[in-house]
């Protein structure tokens, strides 16, 4: 243990190393005029890391598990531009929701519905430090909640060794969100819908599943043997204060993790000619103070267990991709059914997912998701008594489709914007916080909250 323990001093040693590096890029940067600098920097076009974008395939995978840092010599002459790490990002978007105007709904239950906003625009650092090291950084402003944040932080150190005859790529990672440092698409950060729109969201959620995202920080190792194996054990801690407040610039911290927060990864995937398999298991153990600003209250004890799974096909003109995760979450409510918060000492919740991808010539695409949350009533936690929002029998199940259309393009006829992904979303709910009709209480069902969703991404 005490192995264990020095080793993973080293490994948050080089990993400070590597945020100190990051950071002044991150601050001083005024933004970048070509194409995004992954692109740049390997000399290939997204369509060979990416299906969708930001989905992997098999060569982004190795990229991102190598620390960002492979690349293609640049000629003395080449443009600054094409030599630095910087990239830019600009999300417009409109969303229309089925009906507004239920029973006690207002306008503060839905902002901005039906108002073409600026949702994202950002910078990346993007690409390599050092020949071993690089990071993906991504610091955006929010058109919904209007302000600029930490979106995302992802600095590593790789490198390569051989262990029992098979090589091992090995790294470390400091990073801002649980599943973020993931390969494979199957998981949280990753899975489909990759971009939030300003429609109402059901209450529930687990906490593996984005509820810490920027929230946190932590440093974890990784491996890949043989190109079979995958593997990763980190450790997060509230990044309110210390040296992690750095990635949550801008982020109201609303889950305060009482200690330290493990989480770990275990998967097994295949290459075989034009297809490509994955099956794993991912987790998280964490104690979240009941109320974030008043940390006496206790704290309630969350353990997350999930499995998942994704299959690719690639070939010529398709790209074909499959994926799935399914979450157990145990919740203890310790402190927060002492303090009346809670209607239950302990209750159960559960997330599956299950998504179909089809992209032609890496242009047209489309998505198709099947989600379903459910879990023990609870009347405390989830019957606000509010119309839109409340459950009225303190349910937190909720189910439904999304279906997406996209057209990825690069933009040569605009300036500065090289690539551009078109996306035209729309959401079905068959059950909403508890029911399908009439599910707050007020005589709102769960299809009024179904939406429209269109976006445009353009990647400079």
């Known amino acids: 243990m005490a192995t264990l323990s020095a080793t993973f001093a080293s490994y948050g040693t080089r990993a400070a190393a590597l945020f100190a590096l990051v950071l002044p890029a991150i601050l001083f940067s005024g933004g970048a005029s070509a194409v995004p600098s992954f692109g740049r920097q390997t000399g290939e076009e997204c369509i060979e ?44 978007s409109r969303t229309a929701t089925r009906d507004t105007g239920t029973p006690g709904a207002t306008g503060a239950d839905f902002p901005r519905d039906r108002d073409t906003i600026v949702q994202a625009a950002g910078l990346y650092y993007g690409g390599r430090i050092t020949d071993k090291s690089g990071a993906l950084v991504q610091y955006s402003y929010d058109g919904e909640e209007r302000k ?30 649980p599943t973020l440092s993931d390969i494979y698409n199957s998981t949280p950060v990753w899975s489909f819908p990759h971009t939030g729109s ?25 491996g890949l043997w043989n190109d079979l194996l995958y593997t990763e054990f980190a450790l997060y801690r509230t990044a309110d204060r210390g040296v992690f407040r750095p990635l949550a610039a801008g982020v ?29 298991t991912y987790g998280l153990v964490a104690k979240i103070n009941a109320d974030a600003e008043q940390p006496g209250l206790g704290a309630d004890r969350f353990r997350d267990v999930a499995v998942d799974g994704q299959y690719h096909y690639i070939a010529g003109d398709h790209a074909f991709s499959a994926s799935a995760t399914w979450i157990r979450e145990k919740q203890e409510w310790d402190a927060s059914f002492g303090a009346g918060l809670a209607s239950n000492p302990s209750t159960v919740l559960k997330t599956f997912r299950a998504d179909a991808h089809y992209v032609y010539r890496g242009t047209y695409g489309g998505i198709l998701q099947y989600f379903d949350t459910r879990g023990d009533a609870d009347a405390l936690r989830y019957d606000t008594g509010a119309p839109v929002m409340g459950s009225a029998n303190g349910s937190p199940n909720s189910r439904g489709w999304i279906a997406e259309l996209n057209y990825l393009a690069d ?17 079905r709910y068959t059950q909403f916080n508890g029911a399908g009709d009439n599910y707050d209480g007020f005589g709102r069902n769960a299809r009024d909250n179904n939406s429209v969703f269109l976006l445009v991404w353009f990647l400079l």
């Open 49 to 92: 890391c990416h299906t969708v974008y930001p989905m992997l395939n098999a060569d982004g995978r190795k990229f991102k598990l190598g620390g960002y840092s492979m690349r293609t010599p640049k000629p003395a002459d080449a443009p600054f531009f094409d030599k630095v790490p910087l990239s830019a990002l600009l999300q417009v």
């Open 148 to 177: 600029w944040a930490m979106e995302m932080f992802d600095a590593r150190y790789a490198d390569s060794m051989t262990l029992g005859g098979k090589e091992l790529l090995y790294g470390i990672t400091l990073n801002n969100a």
């Open 198 to 222: 300003v429609s109402v969201m059901p209450n529930a959620g687990t906490l593996v599943d984005m509820t810490l995202a920027s929230q946190v920080g932590g440093v974890g190792i990784y």
């Open 252 to 280: 109201t911290v609303d889950h305060v993790v009482n200690g330290s927060a493990p989480y770990w990864r275990l998967a097994l995937q295949r290459e075989t000619g034009p297809h490509s398999f994955s099956l794993g």
């Open 411 to 427: 933009v040569d006829w605009m300036p500065v914007v090289q690539h551009a992904k078109f996306a035209l979303r729309y959401t």
